[in-house]
């Protein structure tokens, strides 16, 4: 069987750790930065775990990882 090809744009975007959870950045922290607060930017800096449905999706466009 031939290889499956990873989506480019998921490899860039998502990590999946040791367990197999599925790790993502927070939106919001990209632009428009100078009317959120300093709490708020700061709170978005971490990543979170995917939801379970949106993690099947990402695992499928990840083969190999």
Known sequence: MAK???HSGSKKRFKITGSGKVLRRQAFKNHILTKKSTKRKRQ???GLVASDANAATVKKML???
Do not use: M
Request: charged share 35%; hydrophobic share 35%.
């Open 63 to 65: 083969p190999y990882a």
């Open 44 to 46: 978005l800096r971490k």
């Open 4 to 6: 499956l090809k990873s």
